[in-house]
């Protein structure tokens, strides 16, 4: 599926939650894994303010994206953040959705 750019250069980020691995199963633990680089992925809250209006965003980035000690309130910009549209079946149900993912998120002023 074709994946979309999000353009946050007029936009206030902040943390909202901090980075959490990002499961492939809760009940094994297992940790998804970027599919090029096999990084660890992080999944992390990300409260998004522009032109007026503000949205809470749970974005997925890879360990290598995430400096220590991002935390709820810090101010931080989102490198290559892209949207991507998604559709699974499990059991007969159907669920869609969008899904959100960045190359990396960093302190302001780093």
């Known amino acids: 599926m074709p994946s979309f750019k999000i353009d946050t250069s007029t936009a206030v980020v902040?943390?909202?939650t901090?980075?959490?691995p990002k499961?492939?199963?809760k009940q094994t633990g297992e940790r998804a894994v970027?599919?090029?680089t096999g990084a660890g992925l992080s999944t992390v809250g990300l409260l998004i303010s522009d032109e007026g209006e503000g949205n809470l965003y749970q974005v997925t980035v890879p360990e290598t994206g995430l400096p220590d000690g991002l935390a709820p309130g810090m101010p931080v910009s989102v490198i290559g953040l892209k949207a991507r549209d998604w559709e699974n079946t499990f059991n007969g149900q159907t669920r869609h959705g969008i899904s959100?993912?960045?190359v990396a998120v960093t302190p302001m002023g780093v």
């Open 14 to 16: 902040f943390v909202a």
């Open 18 to 20: 901090a980075p959490a």
């Open 23 to 25: 499961l492939v199963s």
């Open 34 to 36: 970027d599919r090029e």
């Open 100 to 102: 959100f993912r960045a």
